[in-house]
Every structure is written in structure tokens, then in C-alpha cells.
């Protein structure tokens, strides 16, 4: 990784560690399936299993980032090592393959009055003070939310891109991030964290404008988990990128001990009418 390239990866971080945006693993995903199938793709099934702790004001941080792409079944893997030469570990994973859903109708993104617009400003400058409060705290480059207004089921917002984040991306992970940080809005105000861990889809139709606007929509919210479906569009309503069942934990439940398998040991027995050895007991 070069800090100078992803710049804004540095503004996302949890207490005092900086971490990976899960939009940065959609936006790998998506990447790779362009890269393989030269059109639109979505990314089916993304999974984040391991969050990725950046040392970002280290001057020595030395992380890489691979994404494998299966060209069997178009399952994506993205994992993380060290200058080290340390084992893999694997972060996030999805299936990507060719869009063919056709785009959702454009939404209605009305202007809103002058005063209304105050009163949005308002609300997604004291969302992200909470947010921090929380110990999630987004930098400058990331805090790109914009006129958020919210019911108890839905939350929209505009945003507009800073030029310090770049442009070369597909679905554009700041934009992503962006549309991520408005579904924070509609979980639970306990104090306590919330990550993205899984969607159950990723489209994009096109890499979203610099200036546009999110629409987020509850599917489930309870104590310490929520599912949402978030829509990205570009400043006249039209759809670029949706992102369908996106669930999101508490960070400890994110990080609960995870689930345990074992295996089933056959061993050899004596054939039929050859008595047994005796078993002693250890």
C-alpha cells in the first residue's frame, strides 16, 4: 500500500488504529471483475471476515494487498501480508461476474429549500461528532456527507467529493464509504460501534459523479445488528451503484470468537471374527 495513492484510507479509523474501509474491499472486488470480463460487473456474496489494522502514521508500514480472482467461478479473494514475508491472511471474499440486471429507475432528488438545506448540514455534522464520540472517527477526506436527513427506516443524504481523493476507481470507495456512513444513521444510538460485515449484492452501473446522493432504506435493525439497502446516485437521480442487504454489526460482535469445526476421526477396526486387542485406559 502507498499512503500518497489512497490518501483517505488514513481518515477511517477505530479508536486510535487505522482500518481498512469495507468499501475498499467492494471496490477491489469490483476492480478485479472489470479487469477480467471488460464491462459492468457486480460482486455477489461479499463476505469481510477480518478487518485490516493499518499502522498509518508508521513511516515503516509495509502492507500488501493481493486480489485473486478465480476464473472457474469468479470467486474473489483479497488478503493482506507484510514486507515480512508473513502468511496470507484473507480478508474479504465475493463472487464476481458480468452485470446484466438492468439499472433501477432514477430517483427523486428534490432540492431542498435554503433553510432545510442548514438544517441537513447540521444533521450530518452532528452525525459525525457522534460517530466519533463512538470511536469511529472519519478524516477530512472521508467526511463527504452532505444535507443528511433521516426517518426511522430510511436516511438520504447528498455528497461531494474532495479533489484530494482521486478518481481512478470503479464504484469509487470514498462514494461507497460515504453511502455507508449515512446507513450509520439508521442503527441504534448505543454508544457502540458499527461495521459493515456482508452484502448480499454489489452493482455498479457506472463509477459514480463527484457530487450525487445516497438513498438508505431499512431491511432489520435490532439491538446490535441492522440490514440496509443503499442506493448511490449521481446528482440528477440516476442510479450508479446499489448495494442490496448490507449488514452491519457492533465491533464486538464482529469480533466474537468464531464458530468451531471438527473433524471426524476414522480409525481402523479388526476384521469380522478377529477378536479385539484389550483397551487399557490412559
Given at each position: ?37 471488460d464491462a459492468p460487473v457486480e ?108 426517518t426511522e427506516s430510511t436516511a ?127
Amino acid at each position: 500500500m502507498e499512503p500518497d495513492r489512497v490518501p483517505w484510507v488514513g481518515d477511517h479509523t477505530i479508536g486510535q488504529t487505522g482500518v481498512m474501509p469495507a468499501a475498499a474491499f467492494a471496490e477491489m472486488a469490483l476492480a478485479a471483475g472489470v479487469q477480467a470480463v471488460d464491462a459492468p460487473v457486480e460482486a455477489i456474496g461479499l463476505h469481510i471476515d477480518t478487518a485490516l489494522a493499518l499502522p498509518w502514521n508508521d513511516d515503516a508500514m509495509d502492507v500488501r494487498l493481493r486480489t485473486s480472482l478465480s476464473p472457474d467461478d469468479g470467486i474473489t479473494r483479497i488478503s493482506s501480508t507484510d514486507g515480512a514475508g508473513s502468511t496470507w491472511q484473507e480478508h474479504a471474499r465475493a463472487q464476481v461476474r458480468r452485470l446484466l440486471r438492468p439499472r433501477p429507475d432514477p430517483l427523486d432528488l428534490a432540492v431542498r429549500a435554503p433553510g432545510q438545506a442548514d438544517d441537513g448540514e447540521q444533521t450530518a455534522k452532528d452525525h459525525y461528532a457522534y460517530l466519533s464520540e463512538c470511536g469511529l472517527a472519519y478524516g477530512p477526506r472521508l467526511r463527504v456527507l452532505r444535507d443528511l436527513r433521516t426517518t426511522e427506516s430510511t436516511a438520504r443524504a447528498r455528497y461531494t467529493l474532495p479533489p484530494s481523493v482521486g478518481a481512478t476507481y470503479h464504484a469509487h470507495p470514498v462514494v461507497m464509504d460515504a453511502a455507508l456512513q449515512a446507513a450509520l444513521a439508521l442503527m441504534p444510538r448505543d454508544g457502540r460501534v458499527y461495521l459493515p460485515v456482508s452484502a448480499e449484492a454489489v452493482r455498479c452501473w457506472q463509477t459514480p459523479d463527484t457530487i450525487g446522493g445516497v438513498e438508505v432504506r431499512a431491511r432489520a435493525i435490532t439491538s446490535g445488528e441492522g440490514v440496509v439497502d443503499i442506493t448511490i446516485t449521481d446528482s440528477h437521480g440516476s442510479v450508479t451503484v446499489t448495494m442490496s442487504e448490507v449488514r452491519m454489526k457492533t465491533l464486538e460482535a464482529h469480533h466474537r470468537r468464531p464458530t468451531e469445526f471438527y473433524t471426524t476421526e476414522l480409525r481402523a477396526v479388526p476384521l469380522a471374527g478377529t477378536p479385539a486387542p484389550p483397551f487399557t485406559a490412559a
